[in-house]
């Protein structure tokens, strides 16, 4: 069987005619001209992910490093040096999906070791399944929210409104939660302690989006600080809410164990 696909003169994606291009120049598609096998499909994999000098890479460096040019650069119009924001946190998804796989299978040593009441484990599975089975939309709920509360929290600066706050924070949820898992599982599956991890994650993760901030702003030490701690207060009485909320949802449809 040839390994060739039919001859065809327009891109497959747009419908451009692209003769002897190796691109397509209205939609940047690559022309295929191979049928997918093994080889092919690892370098594809290689040249998108492991190249140091792709957009995967870079991105995930410089929002390290210079997360400025990165999420800046994204809302003034810098679509192609680095990954899209949405393709971003579809990675991240999926890497936080594994995390939640791999915690699935340990979740009764976990609870366990940091629970002795059997009421208090039954809650904390009931409230990890839910976690898991809804990560992605609690993802989605997530960075909206916390668009809005640093929208609040930099209402006397004018830079970036609401939906650019919304992209902000799409980047620095998606790349603290990569970052996180890649960390957190190792030590998570030799201390057996969420509450351990837990007390990484949070520090870490505020740490990070006031870095984030502070970059885009362009403001003093002193001022993130201040900026932090009202983000902070303003996110503690929307979690009490949130808390208070959802123990009476879970006592209503009978998910909380009686004593």
Known sequence: MSNNLTKTNFCKNCGYQIDYYSFCPDCGAKKITNRITFKNLTQEFSDRFLNLDNSFIRTFIHLFTK???VIDGFINGLRKRYINVFSYFAISLTIASLYSFVLGKYKDVIFSNVFTNVNQIEVSKIASDISFEYQSLISFLTIPLLALISRLVFLNYKKYNLTEHFVIHLYAYSHITMVISFI????LLIVKNIFLILW???PVSIIYIAYVLSSLYNISLKKIL???LLFLLIM???????SIVTGIIMAKMGLIPNK
């Open 67 to 69: 997360p400025k040019e």
């Open 184 to 187: 957190t599982l190792p030590l």
């Open 226 to 228: 201040l900026k932090t």
């Open 200 to 202: 990484i994650q949070f």
């Open 236 to 242: 503690s009485i929307l979690f009490i809410i949130f």
